[in-house]
């Protein structure tokens, strides 16, 4: 049985920094900036022997209702009210500060078992603000530094005081934990990223996915920094869903910290199975949209496009078949991918999303047979053979197909250096129609056949 651990304090004490170092990977931005972190985030974590999942949350600040730092503290009450113990994080070498004993008695108040950490309190710049500590009223500090590493043990200690049944219970089932983890891996989720310009609603749509406020949205563009991922079951099937930052062109990312929300972004793409690109109804087709969706294939991701903010458009007859032709014209590289109209504040069209999740991501993993390839290439060959190039024809010997994911194909050749690039086109657009590939990214490599007769001497 694992428990769950909220980490909570005001801007730029280390929440972040902490939970990354719990999880054993950088998974939280961080920043000096103070506020980087806006969304919860869970993960993983491990210490010692307690595996436990780790909640990082927003700095608490004072704010006016209904503003963007209201609705982020709304957040990390919401992950205080989920977690069985509170992390309160304090700066060491700051001390207890105003903003600190305001927060301290909202942790009392929830009634969780909390935990004071004086964290940057290496070296002897913290040792005042430790002792201070002792003002919150929340026990007695444990002093650690979560950019070195130092007083985990002592953190550990501090679990094991809060939590002492639920921390002994996780401690003995986790050597066990590998047939959970195995029962797991026979099904796992689809791995989903959610990717667009900025404000074009990508968190509004998770969270109407998910049924509750899981993400921060409004109205202000770029509120999402980090690649959040959540879990999801949409009929019986898991995903991993990962909403991410708002992609702008590169020229007006200026800023250090957009520049670290656009990486993580990248990175989301990069480790996805399956790409939703999220298109606002109203102005689709930015170019913006169109080097988002060129970075995808060139990733080799399986993609669907959702047109979102459908609830603001008149509807006409014909529309979503205008939409999915010029989705053809203007991607003409992933020629058939799914376009699906949705409203991520309405809800309508998200069952229809869904399926065409599923539905590219079986494309994305297809395998076709060698007999069958060669049968479609023989076939190709007579109806347009290759061209002769410099007075010389190409032969097209030999084909099969190494690995999916996406559908990759060699194609063993006499040159080739020498097939033009329109025939190549040709033969991808072939293998899409003929094996029902539509819409997903396709590898085709050429390779030449050795000419058994190059080194055998001349008579």
Known sequence: MSFTVAIVGRPNVGKSTLFNRLVGKRLALVDHVPGVTRDRREGRAQLGDLAFTAIDTAGLEEAAPESLISRMQEQTEAAISA?????????????????????????RKSGKPAILVANKSEGSAGEAGVLEAYELGLGEPIAISAEHGEGLADLYAGLRAALPDATALAAEVEPRGGDIEQKTAERKPIRIAVVGR???????????????????TGPEAGITRDAIAVDLIWHDQPFRVHDTAGLRRRARVEEKLEKLS????????????????LMDAQAPFEEQDLRIADLIEREGRALVIGVNKWDRVEPRPGTIKQLREETDHRLPQVKGVPV????????????????????????????????????WIAEVIA????????????????????????PSF??????????????????????????????????????????????????
């Open 410 to 459: 060699v194609l063993f050749t006499s040159r080739a250096d020498a097939l033009p690039d329109a025939y190549r086109r040709y033969l991808v657009n072939s293998l899409r129609e003929t094996f029902d590939l539509p819409g997903t990214p396709i590898r085709l490599a050429l390779r030449e056949k050795k000419n058994p007769y190059a080194r055998r001497a001349k008579r």
């Open 198 to 216: 900025p404000n074009c609603g990508k968190s509004t749509l998770v969270n109407r996915l998910l049924g509750e406020e899981r993400l921060l």
């Open 340 to 375: 699906v109209a949705v409203s991520g504040l309405t809800g309508a069209g998200l069952d229809r999303l869904m399926q065409a999740v599923v539905d590219a991501h079986a494309v994305w993993n297809r395998r076709v047979g060698t007999s069958a390839l060669n049968r």
């Open 383 to 406: 109806a347009h053979p290759p061209p002769a190039v410099s007075g010389r024809r190409i032969r097209l010997d030999y084909i099969t197909q190494p690995k999916s994911r996406p």
């Open 83 to 107: 977690a069985d113990a509170v992390l309160f994080l304090i700066d060491a070498r700051a001390g207890a500060t105003p903003a600190d004993r305001a927060f301290a008695d909202l942790v």
């Open 262 to 277: 656009v990486a993580d972004a990248l990175n989301a793409v990069r480790f996805a199975e399956v790409v939703v690109l």
